[in-house]
T-cell receptor, first 113, second 114 residues
Framework: QKEVEQNSGPLSVPEGAIASLNCTYS??????FFWYRQYSGKSPELIMS????GDKEDGRFTAQLNKASQYVSLLIRDSQPSDSATYLC?????????????FGRGTSLIVHP | EPEVTQTPSHQVTQMGQEVILRCVPI?????FYWYRQILGQKVEFLVS????????KSEIFDDQFSVERPDGSNFTLKIRSTKLEDSAMYFC????????????FGPGTRLLVL
């Protein structure tokens, strides 16, 4: 059974601060890692993908991956109230085929003015 | 920008009734998926579809569920005899063969079984 674990939160940060979201996974052979943002009542929206150990930056978002520790994180710099949402971590196999990611339950982030 | 669409946005049905949820994937995509998300819980994979057949399905996707691509654009999920526990948000997703990892989700259908 593949498991993806996230702290459900809520994580509350002030506007302008750095929000740090964490995720651990159980399947050691996982090769692809994703962060989705989901607003209440809406569908998941992909914001970051990462495949290699280290950091990947895209605007205010940085994804960090440590395969040895089976750990992936998302940093959001200069957090805005519009970043308030649930952030889903998804972990998947190597490229190709049907490609079925396993989702975590998500961490609720609240950015207060 | 192309997007996945789903209809209806909301569906209320009586237990034991059949429902059909409809999706129009992005036109040049080749893989299609159905997921569900029970309120407050994680997104769960139901089934994937490629080349006009099911490529993978989860334990949730039992004999009560079926999928079909009746024409070149629609992709449907049928639940034959709904149960209370089928109440959830159902998301359709699609992806192109190239850019394999990026699944584009539709807005979802909220299904309520009474």
């Amino acid at each position: 059974q593949k498991e993806v674990e996230q702290n459900s939160g809520p994580l509350s940060v002030p506007e302008g601060a750095i929000a740090s979201l964490n995720c651990t996974y159980s399947d050691r052979v996982s090769q692809s890692f994703f962060w989705y943002r989901q607003y209440s009542g809406k569908s998941p929206e992909l914001i970051m993908s990462i495949y290699s150990n280290g950091d990947k930056e895209d605007g205010r978002f940085t994804a960090q991956l440590n395969k040895a520790s089976q750990y992936v994180s998302l940093l959001i710099r200069d957090s805005q109230p519009s970043d308030s949402a649930t952030y889903l971590c998804a972990v998947g196999p190597a490229a190709g085929g049907s490609y079925i990611p396993t989702f975590g339950r998500g961490t609720s982030l609240i950015v207060h003015p | 920008e192309p997007e996945v669409t789903q209809t209806p946005s909301h569906q209320v049905t009586q237990m034991g009734q059949e429902v059909i949820l409809r999706c129009v994937p992005i036109s040049n995509h080749l893989y299609f998926y159905w997921y569900r998300q029970i309120l407050g819980q994680k997104v769960e994979f139901l089934v994937s579809f490629y080349n006009n057949e099911i490529s993978e399905k989860s334990e949730i996707f039992d004999d009560q569920f079926s999928v079909e691509r009746p024409d070149g654009s629609n992709f449907t999920l049928k639940i034959r005899s709904t149960k209370l526990e089928d109440s959830a948000m159902y998301f359709c997703a699609s992806r192109a063969l190239a850019g394999w990892e990026t699944q584009y989700f539709g807005p979802g259908t909220r299904l309520l079984v009474l």
